[in-house]
């Protein structure tokens, strides 16, 4: 029989792993092929939701459900301990987890995704709100509606992280909120960015900082977070300005699972070296590597991932099947944003076409709350 095993139950996880059990049906029923999930938790996110939920546009009930309904019934899903890595011996093509059981692979696709690092900063934990997991984002609603004046910092500490356009899509919401609210008059809005302009894209650059200087947005560009003082109520850049704040809306540091680091595969911030047209993890003919936890310089992103979806899955499935048709994955990303409470553009790019984001509208933003709204039926089942 040969094994198949998924690292990490995201999106990309899931997405990639039912595309390959929807691929070898046939060789899974008669008992020649196993595809198997490992995560930790029984539960799975839609973290795009958590912005909205910030805003108060989505529930948090409507942003996770069990792993097991999304995952098609050919997969087998193990999740707690015994789900959870401890460690990958590619050498072995073996996985070992917190029950002490060792998994041995033909196929090994490692989609662990980043992680929020709160306490790599000084100060950030006690000092930030943030939007990039549930909880946060659920307290962050509760202090947005209560805000009546004063000074909003829209910070980003470190790049890459997940979501990349999603500090545009705050700042710009939390504008049109106070404005709808009637008291934008009262609140400053200030967004700090590590690395010139508002964006990396030129295109996406150009439009949001014609965007911010229309609505009285302050830019503090090359402002890389050094320290938060939740006391003084001020963040310090490492290039030496410092800002006072009465509300600071970070996105944390991230990093590759740390089982990555310890596995020898990751960099310094457990990136893995991945092949950007096979995905294949560079040095490795049987794993690949995908969404958040490659280091390949595309956006960290769930689109990301389920494009790459469709080549990691087609390989793998080739690979079972002796078929030599091998397919490359051409850099495709597709993401909404936000640019208010009720209007929306997007980008949509690969490493050969820049995206050209349209003029935002109300029929961008209505694709995007359809798109959440239809993820669990259609898009994580993958039926589309």
Request: aromatic fraction near 10%; charge should be negative.
């Amino acid at each position: 029989m040969k094994n198949v095993l998924v690292a990490g139950g995201g999106l990309g996880g899931t997405i990639v792993a039912n595309r390959i059990a929807q691929k070898v049906s046939s060789e899974i029923e008669r008992g020649e092929v196993a595809v198997t999930v490992l995560d930790r938790s029984e539960q799975h996110f839609y973290q795009p939701g958590f912005l909205l939920v910030s805003m108060g546009v989505m529930e948090p009930s409507e942003t996770y459900v069990q792993e097991r309904s999304v995952l098609d019934r050919h997969v087998r899903f193990l999740s707690g301990d015994k789900g959870t890595i401890t460690s990958i011996n590619a050498a072995d093509r073996s996985v070992s987890t917190a029950d002490g059981s060792v998994h041995k692979y033909d196929h090994l696709v490692i989609s662990t995704g980043s992680h929020l690092q709160f306490n790599e900063i000084p100060g950030f934990a006690e000092g930030a709100d943030t939007f990039f997991n549930l909880e946060n984002a659920k307290e962050m609603w509760k202090k947005v509606q209560s805000f009546s004046g004063g000074k909003i910092v829209v910070d980003t500490a470190l790049l890459p992280h997940k979501c990349p356009v999603a500090p545009l899509e705050i700042t710009l919401m939390l504008d049109d909120y106070f404005r709808k609210k009637g008291i934008r008059d009262k609140v400053q809005l200030h967004y700090c960015y590590p690395v010139p302009g508002v964006f990396g894209i030129p295109n996406v650059n150009r439009m949001m900082t014609r965007i911010f200087a229309e609505r009285d947005i302050s830019v503090h560009s090359q402002f890389t977070l050094a320290s938060v003082d939740p006391s003084a109520k001020k963040i310090t850049s490492k290039e030496g300005e410092s800002l006072d704040y009465d509300m600071l809306v970070s996105v944390p540091p991230h990093k590759g699972a740390d089982v990555i680091g310890s596995s020898g595969l990751g960099d310094r911030r457990n990136w893995i070296s991945t092949d950007k047209f096979t995905l294949l993890v560079k040095g490795h003919d049987d794993i690949h590597a995908m969404g958040d936890t490659t280091d390949i310089a595309i956006s960290k992103a769930g689109s990301t991932a389920d494009y790459e979806s469709y080549t990691v899955s087609h390989n793998v499935a080739a690979d079972i099947t002796g078929n030599d048709a091998k397919k490359t994955y051409p850099g495709s990303v597709f993401c909404f944003i936000a640019t208010g409470m009720d209007q929306a553009t997007y980008i949509k790019f690969d490493y050969n076409h820049p995206p050209v984001p349209p003029t935002p509208s109300q029929v961008y933003w209505w694709s995007k709350l359809a798109y959440n709204k239809l993820y669990w039926s259609l898009h994580a089942k993958t039926m589309i």
